[in-house]
């Protein structure tokens, strides 16, 4: 039996269009004799929907949206496809008004539906505000063809339900696991059909673990994932499947949407070898293309087809500039430049060679007058007075609000610069260096700003090698380097790490051999900025713990890490 797996990229809630999608993969697939065709997790709509779902319209439409795409799919073509669906006994029971759902459609009907069960309810997840958990066992039973009598059992499962083995994780997160229900019933192989959100590394995590499963409980398993950009997150596809020897015999690219095959023999009950891609093995690799495929979609997805930033001369812009290079077009990209009088010739000269690398257009705005008149406004109230951060910050208001300006006057979406080091300890400015649609690289760490730069001129140079040596600098003020008042990029990623992804405390992170005053003094500077970081604008998530929807800090709070 041949089994089609459509890697989609679905748009949040534009139904038709996704419908349209469903439908013409599925006679892609008909056209080459598959008998059942895989879709992701709530591949109608898209994911996640978040509060369209409280919409009660939104709900009625996906009713009649799936009622379509039945009627209009190829006959004898089961196709599993991911909606939502009401839960008649909410009120009654209690329970949540909607399930995550899959759908068998077949023949123009809807043949069963299936409940997801694991509802995660961490980092960027919040399932359980929406769904009621599915508590029956999910599996229909399918004839692979009108010659054999005999049907398959195949297993559903949706996203979640596979990630909670205690064996492999060392413990629980849920009370059920549904794989063990599935065996119990006896199913021929299991399908999960996923929206998992990228972060860096997460595949070989998932490939590990689906391995494990069916090495374990001897089961065939194929996962299908949703790919694209959907606001912060991204999803990188990597779908693929593993024998009952937990060899995987499938895996599809990443960040591509794609559809490709594979044989599940009857007479051996497993699947048979298929095509397998290369996993990206180059961690710089990784990243780039998880960032150039979240800046394209959220781009296009938001209606907007050209992209403006400020170019200063530094390695964090023009990182940006070349994602978004390759992400829309050097022609869809325009670059300002705006010295002020502390900035420093060879900032200038750096920006225009990258302008020239990326082949984008630029256009120079000198803010040294708008500086003056400012200086002169404010005088009477700045009066003998230092100059210090205030001053630095308006020159930074003063660039924030030229983008703004010319993005509003041309409809371009501006993107901040920002790397995560400087969201972490505050180093940006509201209302200037912040001012965006997107924060490109937010979730990007300064360390690693630097090697992806690195890897971009790996065949040539991309971004200028001045770039890549002179000091970080905001140039706010006469010889200024980040370094003033920060320790080396090096030792501040690393701390933030510990503090922010393995939530060490200071004593752990003191015993790794880290003073206890720069521990301290990282510590206040990531706590003071958190009200800077709830008005940053959205950034796209490449790590396990962003500054965005799974981030749910408090900003007034009294608490201090021990």
Request: charged share 25%; proline share 5%; with cysteine.
């Amino acid at each position: 039996m041949k089994i089609a797996i459509a890697q989609l990229n679905p748009t949040i809630g534009d139904l038709s269009k996704n419908t349209q999608k469903i439908v013409e993969v599925a006679q892609f697939a008909a056209n080459e004799n598959a008998r059942i065709l895989l879709t992701p997790e709530l591949s109608l709509c898209g994911y996640p929907p978040r509060d369209l779902l409280l919409n009660p319209s939104f709900i009625k439409f996906l009713s009649i949206e799936l009622q379509n795409l039945a009627q209009n799919l190829p006959s004898k073509l089961a196709v599993l496809v991911g909606t939502v669906t009401p839960n008649t006994d909410d009120c009654i029971k209690g329970e949540k008004p909607l399930f995550n759902s899959i759908a068998w459609l077949e023949n123009g009907q809807v043949k069963q539906i299936f409940h997801k069960r694991l509802l995660p309810t961490y980092d960027v997840f919040d399932e359980d505000r929406y769904f009621e958990p599915g508590r029956q066992t999910n599996y229909f039973e399918l004839l692979p063809d009108s010659q054999l009598s005999t049907p398959l059992k195949i297993g559903v499962t949706i996203c979640e339900d596979l990630w909670n083995d205690e064996k492999f994780w060392g413990h629980k997160s849920y009370e059920h696991n549904p794989l063990e229900d599935l065996l119990n019933v006896g199913v021929d192989f299991i399908v999960n059909l996923s929206a998992s959100p990228y972060s860096f590394g997460k595949q070989k995590i998932r490939e590990k673990m689906i391995k494990y499963s069916s090495q374990r409980y001897q089961i065939p398993i194929i996962y299908v994932n949703q790919i694209g950009g959907n606001d912060d997150l991204i999803f990188d596809g990597n779908s693929f499947a593993v024998n009952k020897k937990s060899e995987i015999v499938l895996r599809l690219k990443a960040f591509e949407e794609n559809i490709d095959f594979i044989d599940f023999e009857a007479k051996n009950k497993d699947f048979s070898l298929s095509k397998i891609n290369d996993p990206i093995k180059i961690e710089e690799e990784e990243i780039w293309l998880a960032l150039v495929l979240g800046l394209k979609d959220y781009v296009r997805k938001c209606g907007f087809s050209k992209v403006v930033l400020g170019l200063s001369g530094g390695i964090d812009s023009a990182l940006v500039a070349a994602i978004a290079t390759e992400a829309l077009g050097k022609e869809n990209v325009l670059a300002l430049l705006m010295p002020s009088p502390f900035s420093s010739d060879h900032s200038i000269t750096d920006a225009e060679a990258l302008v020239k690398n990326l082949g984008i257009n630029s256009y120079k705005l000198p803010i040294g007058d708008v500086m003056k008149s400012y200086n002169t406004l404010l005088d009477p109230l700045f009066t003998g007075t230092e100059f210090g951060v205030a001053e630095e910050n308006i020159q930074s208001r003063i660039r924030g609000n030229l983008l703004m300006a010319i993005a509003n006057k041309f409809g371009h979406l501006l993107l901040s610069t920002g790397n995560k080091s400087e969201m972490a300890v505050g180093y940006c400015t509201l209302y200037g260096d912040m001012n965006g649609g997107l924060a490109v690289i937010s979730d990007v760490p300064k360390t690693r700003v630097f090697s992806l730069c690195r890897w971009l001129n790996r065949d040539g140079e991309v971004i200028p090698h001045n770039i890549l040596i002179k000091p970080p600098s905001a140039e706010l003020k006469p010889d200024q380097t980040d370094q003033d008042s920060l320790p080396s990029y090096e030792v501040l990623d690393e701390i933030l790490d510990r503090l922010i992804h393995r939530h060490q405390s200071i004593t752990q992170i003191q015993e790794a051999g880290f003073d206890s005053a720069v521990i301290n003094k990282v510590l206040k500077l990531v706590t003071r900025a958190e009200f800077k970081r709830k008005q940053a604008p959205p950034g796209l998530k490449v790590t396990d713990r962003a500054f965005g929807t799974g981030w749910r800090m408090p900003i007034a709070s009294y608490w201090k890490i021990d």
